[in-house]
């Protein structure tokens, strides 16, 4: 996976809550036996017209938050159903992080296993950087995870809490089974001496 650090780029509104996995990724993009092509798919209903033609008023398509690294949500992002394709388009699309207060638990934790930052706020704070949202782009914003701020270009910076654990397999980019290879001595010791103090286990 791709380390999060420091990360600078837009951050695009879709400040609606409940939006769920099935709008962010419809069903006809689970399809394929592997991950290519799925950032195509990603908010498709929205992102374009019938027609095939990019839809001029969807935010992502707006010249002002085209190429947004960063997407400020609404409450409950990512509920209704836990496809993890929703995370793996985001990803394609080239979103690195989400800024919002309240996630549907296994898209968040789908957003932890796959490299995507999904940052809790608390809903004083959110509401605070949605209002400067909605008066239009507030021009590029640095995501610093090591030091957990969030910096606006002339709006000063908003802290944010992470669980340790979470913040480390980020920065180190790696997975659950990285995660856990990082303790690979300690489990081999536990296992030996288990494995001493039990020998019909052999």
């Known amino acids: 996976m791709?380390?999060?650090?420091?990360?600078?780029?837009?951050?695009?509104?879709?400040?609606?809550?409940?939006?769920?996995?099935?709008?962010?990724?419809?069903?006809?993009?689970l399809k394929g036996i592997d991950r290519k092509g799925l950032d195509?798919?990603?908010?498709?209903?929205?992102?374009?017209?019938?027609?095939?033609?990019l839809n001029p008023d969807f935010v992502l398509n707006r010249t002002a938050w085209r190429g947004a690294k960063f997407l400020a949500v609404g409450?409950?992002?990512?509920?209704?159903?836990?496809?993890?394709?929703?995370?793996w388009g985001l990803k394609q699309l080239g979103i690195r992080a989400l800024i919002g207060t309240t996630y549907a638990g296994i898209f968040y934790d789908n957003c932890q296993r796959?490299?995507?930052?999904?940052?809790e706020l608390e809903e004083e704070k959110m509401s605070e950087l949605a209002s400067l949202l909605s008066s239009g782009p507030v021009g590029d914003v640095s995501i610093d995870l090591p030091t957990q701020k969030i910096s606006l270009e002339n709006n000063g910076d908003i802290k944010f809490d992470i669980d340790p654990m979470?913040?480390?397999?980020?920065?180190?980019?790696?997975?659950?089974i990285g995660s856990t290879l990082m303790h690979a001595d300690t489990?081999?010791?536990?296992?030996?001496?288990?494995l001493k103090e039990n020998p019909w286990l052999c």
Request: proline residues 4%.
């Open 2 to 29: 791709e380390a999060f650090n420091v990360v600078i780029g837009k951050v695009a509104p879709m400040l609606a809550a409940n939006i769920d996995t099935d709008v962010i990724m419809p069903k006809q993009f």
């Open 40 to 53: 195509r798919g990603v908010f498709f209903d929205q992102r374009f017209l019938e027609s095939g033609d």
């Open 75 to 87: 409450p409950n992002f990512g509920c209704g159903s836990s496809r993890e394709h929703a995370v």
């Open 114 to 119: 796959n490299g995507l930052l999904a940052i």
């Open 166 to 176: 979470r913040k480390e397999v980020l920065l180190l980019g790696i997975d659950a």
């Open 187 to 194: 489990i081999d010791k536990f296992e030996h001496r288990h």
